[in-house]
């Protein structure tokens, strides 16, 4: 393909994805994804377009290139960059060994653009959490002490593959290092993948929390206690 039919993808992507904005739903998505002065999703664009719509958008473009990816995850707009990602996550569960390798890698060398809570919770576990899956996961304790908060959360949601294998031991060791953090999606993060692991192993969840419970933040508590039973939660919001 060359580079011109390439950057006529690019451009009929934008244009599908111009045709479905909804301004309407922007304002409320842009108040949504706090992208005031000074919130964790400052300078953020919407166009307007709920995620069904863009899933669709993303499967028709699944030969987009690497390089027009990149050029999506750069653009100020929020659907450029999910659309980006779910391209990506399209083409990871399609590729061989050596592909998967290439797309996990790309994706952790662009964790900065990975930058709103849906954008990571759609990609994390699909991309380098699954990749993970059978090898060395230090890059997630590199990130789940990075000063950016999207990488944080990148750290901790890569662990929800690890918890449909059953396997939770970097989930708690990453939930330890984030236990002091002070960010609010951080804290609902964590809770959220002790919730997942109690799912499958209440007990497991449980000797976490009883060690940590007097020292997490109010916000990762409940998340984690969500589903016990009323008596257990009161014991635990007990400091």
Not at 61 to 66: N, P
Not at 98 to 108: D, N
Request: proline share 2%.
């Amino acid at each position: 393909m060359s580079r011109s039919e390439k950057s006529s993808i690019l451009k009929s992507l934008k244009s599908d994805l111009q045709s479905l904005a909804d301004p309407e739903k922007a304002k409320i998505l842009s108040r949504f994804f706090k992208t005031g002065r000074g919130q964790y999703g400052e300078g953020d664009v919407f166009l307007g377009i709920v995620v069904p719509k863009q899933r669709a958008v993303a499967k028709k473009y699944l030969e987009l290139s690497l390089s027009d990816i990149h050029r999506l995850l750069s653009s100020k707009i929020h659907e450029h960059r999910l659309v980006a990602l779910l391209i990506l996550v399209n083409k990871y569960k399609e590729a061989d060994g050596k592909a998967k390798g290439e797309i996990a890698q790309f994706y952790l060398e662009h964790t900065k653009q990975v930058n709103n809570w849906d954008l990571v919770d759609l990609s994390a576990p699909n991309i380098p959490g699954d990749y993970l899956l059978d090898k060395d996961r230090s890059v997630l304790y590199r990130l789940a002490r990075s000063g950016n908060l999207w990488e944080r959360r990148i750290s901790v949601l890569s662990t929800l593959a690890f918890i449909r294998e059953n396997d939770f031991a970097d989930t708690l060791r990453v939930s330890e290092i984030l236990l002091r953090d002070d960010h609010d999606l951080i804290h609902k993060a964590v809770g959220w993948m002790l919730r997942e692991i109690g799912k499958r192993d209440q007990k497991a969840e449980e000797g976490f929390l009883r060690k940590h419970y007097r020292r997490m933040p109010r916000t990762m508590l409940r998340y984690a206690i969500e589903r016990f039973d009323k008596k257990r939660r009161k014991s635990f919001l007990k400091r």
